[in-house]
């Protein structure tokens, strides 16, 4: 009997988890648009799931901050306004720039700079493939790898829990702005060559002026 019990929670947390992978990447690849309401009942049908696990998801989405519920228990996506879109760039400056000055601090640089050259490359080769998901995975991927060598991973779990907001943000600036994504990639050159020089005020300039977005409608 209560192995039975057992297998019924591990069999409950694997659908879960499952919806929740689905359901998330759904948001990050568009397939549900910024402020668009979730149908449980389709998504259930498509899943071929019951509302609980799905349901289950959502409230774990909810606190990852990828959907919000109304007062009448509707779920919809997350859509950025003028001053969650500046709240969170701003968030993301300081957590980055905090980081980057315990890499300092721990003489983790050289580390942080072969894990920065790695993704330099892999943004370029999303850029010749065309693959427009992987290239802002990797600008996300950028952006962890401070956290990442630091091997913290109280820390690095604290950037994780905004990371695909973040992916949510620069998806909707590249969107917006029509942005040249040579462009992203130049400025986070120039961040890797900051840190390589030993610029410390000029990294922190780079950083305030990557995540100073201003949010266009």
Not at 65 to 78: D, P, R
Not at 162 to 170: E, T
Request: one cysteine or more; aromatic letters at 10%; a negative charge.
């Amino acid at each position: 009997m209560v192995i039975n019990k057992i297998m019924a929670l591990i069999q409950k947390q694997s659908m879960r988890a499952q919806c929740y992978e689905i359901i998330k990447e759904k948001i990050l690849r568009q397939d549900y648009d910024l402020g668009e309401y979730i149908n449980i009942v389709a998504l259930s049908t498509e899943l071929s799931v019951s509302n609980t696990p799905i349901r289950e998801a959502l409230t774990q989405l909810e606190a990852d901050g990828l959907v919000t519920s109304t007062l009448n228990a509707k779920v919809q996506v997350f859509s950025f306004t003028k001053t969650s879109f500046k709240d969170l760039a701003q968030t993301i400056y300081i957590l980055v720039k905090g980081a980057y000055e315990l890499c300092v601090k721990e003489n983790r640089i050289p580390k942080l700079l072969s894990m920065m050259e790695d993704s330099l490359m892999s943004q370029e080769r999303c850029v010749t493939d065309g693959d427009t998901y992987q290239f802002i995975r990797e600008l996300v991927n950028f952006d962890e790898l401070i956290f990442e060598a630091l091997e913290s991973p109280q820390l690095l779990s604290v950037f994780k829990k905004v990371s695909n907001i973040l992916f949510l943000m620069y998806r909707t600036d590249h969107q917006n702005r029509n942005w040249d994504r040579s462009h992203s990639i130049g400025e986070h050159r120039q961040i890797f060559n900051a840190i390589a020089s030993g610029s410390h005020a000029e990294v922190d300039r780079l950083l305030w002026d990557h995540y100073n977005r201003s949010f266009e409608e």
